[in-house]
């Protein structure tokens, strides 16, 4: 149940921050410019969230920093990033916002983020590389990493045992054990990829080392049918020709019953979904283990992830301080400690270098029989992110497009070859049409 969010390198050197700013939003100026780092007197910065926990976090800021005060606003809806265009090009957006990966790089192409990345710097190091790559595209940082999403395997080890197969290492042994599983019963799958979802596909590239989007100068390299992307989406393939996969709906409630009842035997999943397992597994609790997530090579691992970030809004003004909280709520011992704490409610993992402090609370300990070392696999596949993926300018419009046309692969009315070359064209001519500079990678 892997849900694709919306995922290395370095802050570019000065002498490209001109063809940067003209790569991401050819017809912006990118947000503005940064205020001084050293803002001073008392301040109020308005904040939008909609995590668990987040408020009570604020509130502690609040009592520690009074020369920083944050204006807390519960954002939740499923149309708060239309509100926050809207606020943005009214001047009445907050400061800060929670933002995942892909809409921060369609905010900033857009120029609805301000440049941070002066008064960011000093927050950098704490962060994994892939992390600051999520809220730095195009090279110019425009937020902190707030929270990671790393991949790996959850599966159920008493029908693995039963079937004869082992937690597959690599892509390849997945299929294989679907195939030894299907020939004992047709009923049971080894996998599920839903007909609106696709982000199996996201996550196979990014593992597989495939770059969708890379900044090169003062382009954009579009690639989704280089040798990586392809290998990634011959896999989806086999999945689909072969009918290892099952196909229900992650936004039906009843999804859970197809691993519960043990109709599917193992899932790509991450550290927020354990909680919501430890209670929709009532049959199958005590019954699941976890391993690392499948590899492509065992000699490179990398798995994928999602990043949620805090974004600072156009009009800001005083990023300074607001880089200053985001990092504070995001990296400090006293945030984390409390936000990687089931109680919270937050389902927050760090997005921090040393996730170790945090790891072991969150695993249900009824969940899984205890027999592989659950802490283990979790801190292994924050450590094995890939570092190369990056989030283009019209992310979230392409992965709105791939979405049309997932629910034809898995229907087999199309190949996955055929659909990440549409992308391919579909992606040039997007942002040919939106003045942004675009070349075909292959």
Request: hydrophobic content about 40%; charged content about 20%.
């Amino acid at each position: 149940m892997s849900k694709s969010r919306i995922r290395s390198r370095a802050l570019v050197p000065l002498a490209a921050a001109a063809s940067l700013s003209l790569l991401l939003a050819a017809c912006s100026d990118g947000g503005g410019s940064e205020a001084s780092p050293k803002t001073r007197g008392k301040v109020t910065l308005e904040f939008w969230s909609w995590t668990d926990g987040i408020e009570a976090q604020t509130k502690v800021w609040n009592k520690e920093h009074p020369e920083t005060q944050i204006k807390f606003v519960n954002a939740a809806g499923e149309t708060v990033y239309q509100k926050l265009r809207a606020a943005v090009n009214a001047g009445t957006a907050p400061c800060l916002s929670k933002m995942d990966g892909m809409n921060l790089a369609s905010f900033a192409a857009d120029g609805l983020l301000t440049d941070i990345s002066k008064v960011a710097t000093p927050y950098r190091s704490a962060y994994t590389t892939a992390a600051w790559n999520a809220v730095s595209p195009g090279g110019t940082t425009f937020g902190i990493p707030m929270g990671s999403s790393p991949l790996f395997t959850a599966y159920r080890a008493d029908l693995f045992q039963k079937y004869g197969i082992q937690a597959p290492k690599t892509w390849d042994d997945l299929i294989a054990a679907g195939k030894k599983v299907q020939q004992q019963d047709k009923n049971v799958k080894i996998y599920n990829m839903a007909g609106e979802d696709p982000s199996t596909l996201v996550d196979l590239s990014w593992s597989a080392g495939a770059q969708w989007y890379k900044a090169d100068g003062d382009h954009w390299v579009i690639d989704f049918t280089s040798p990586d992307a392809l290998k990634a989406g011959d896999v989806v393939q086999q999945l689909v020709d072969n009918g290892l996969a099952s196909n229900a709906s992650y936004a039906d409630p009843g999804v859970f019953k197809t691993w519960d009842l043990g109709k599917t035997i193992a899932m790509t999943t991450s550290t927020w979904q354990l909680p919501i397992y430890d209670t929709n597994f009532p049959k199958s609790k005590g019954k699941w283990q976890l391993a690392d997530a499948p590899l492509f090579d065992t000699a490179t691992p990398r798995t994928s992830s999602n990043f949620d970030t805090t974004a600072v809004l156009k009009g800001c003004k005083y990023p300074d301080r607001a880089a200053q909280f985001a990092a504070w709520l995001s990296s400090s011992k006293e945030s984390l400690t409390t936000l990687t704490d089931p109680a919270s409610k937050s389902g927050l993992f760090p997005a921090v270098k040393d996730v170790s402090p945090y790891v072991d609370k969150i695993i249900p300990t009824e969940m899984f029989n205890g027999k592989s070392d659950s802490a283990n696999v979790i801190t292994t596949a924050a450590s094995r992110v890939g570092e190369q993926w990056q989030y283009g300018p019209d992310y979230a419009a392409m992965y709105s497009e791939m979405q049309k046309q997932w629910g034809q692969v898995m229907k087999k009315q199309l190949t996955v070859k055929a659909m990440l070359t549409h992308l391919q064209q579909w992606t040039l001519d997007d942002l040919k049409g939106k003045g942004i500079k675009a070349v075909a990678g292959s």
